[in-house]
């Protein structure tokens, strides 16, 4: 049986909302904090999760996420290691934000490389785009990193001015 639970962490970004999932029979898959994370969104966030009935507000289990996500914001952490919930979006989807989480940290990528990365030359660019703002993931699942071929911030869920500032914490924005 899974529970879906959630808590709200404060970030430069605003209010974090996370959500995650516990498995409450066989092995504890999701590590030592018990929690697959599911989604990690922000106010004003286009397609952000919204808390729903029978969700448990658990913020003790997003402890491990949390003390990440304060080293990420205070530049002392360049990488986040937590179990992330599965079978989320469609098999294209899920390549795209793979190909999300090699993008290195401080680097950018353009949609264009993405969709190259991916097998989705031409006009599977808009099809990468689509893919990319569907990530329910934002900041642990990097898709700030992604940038348009001119160099331009374009698209993002939680807005440009979010994008701009994640860039400014890893050094590849001015």
């Given at each position: 049986?899974?529970?879906?639970?959630?808590?709200r962490?404060?970030?430069?970004?605003?209010?974090?909302?996370?959500?995650?999932?516990?498995?409450?029979?066989?092995?504890?898959?999701?590590?030592a904090?018990?929690?697959?994370?599911?989604?990690?969104s922000?106010?004003?966030?286009?397609?952000?999760?919204?808390v729903?009935?029978?969700?448990r507000?658990?913020?003790?289990?997003?402890?491990?996420?949390?003390?990440?996500?304060?080293?990420?914001?205070?530049?002392?952490?360049?990488?986040?290691?937590?179990?992330?919930?599965?079978?989320?979006?469609?098999?294209?989807?899920r390549?795209?934000?793979?190909?999300?989480?090699?993008?290195?940290?401080?680097s950018?990528?353009?949609?264009?490389?993405?969709?190259?990365?991916?097998?989705?030359?031409?006009a599977?660019?808009?099809?990468?785009?689509?893919?990319?703002?569907r990530?329910?993931?934002?900041v642990?699942?990097?898709?700030?990193?992604?940038?348009?071929?001119?160099?331009?911030?374009?698209?993002?869920?939680?807005?440009?001015?979010?994008?701009?500032?994640?860039?400014?914490?890893?050094?590849?924005?001015?």
């Amino acid at each position: 049986m899974t529970t879906t639970v959630y808590a709200r962490v404060e970030s430069p970004l605003g209010e974090l909302l996370l959500v995650g999932e516990v498995v409450a029979d066989g092995p504890d898959a999701a590590g030592a904090a018990g929690v697959r994370l599911r989604s990690l969104s922000m106010p004003g966030q286009k397609g952000g999760a919204v808390v729903q009935d029978g969700w448990r507000h658990a913020p003790e289990v997003f402890a491990e996420v949390a003390r990440q996500l304060e080293a990420y914001f205070a530049g002392r952490s360049t990488r986040f290691d937590v179990p992330l919930a599965e079978g989320a979006g469609t098999e294209f989807q899920r390549r795209v934000w793979a190909a999300l989480e090699s993008v290195p940290y401080g680097s950018t990528a353009s949609y264009g490389e993405i969709a190259a990365r991916v097998g989705a030359s031409g006009a599977g660019v808009r099809a990468v785009g689509t893919a990319i703002g569907r990530n329910p993931l934002l900041v642990v699942r990097p898709c700030h990193r992604v940038i348009g071929a001119d160099g331009a911030l374009r698209g993002y869920a939680g807005g440009l001015e979010r994008k701009k500032l994640l860039l400014g914490i890893e050094g590849g924005a001015d």
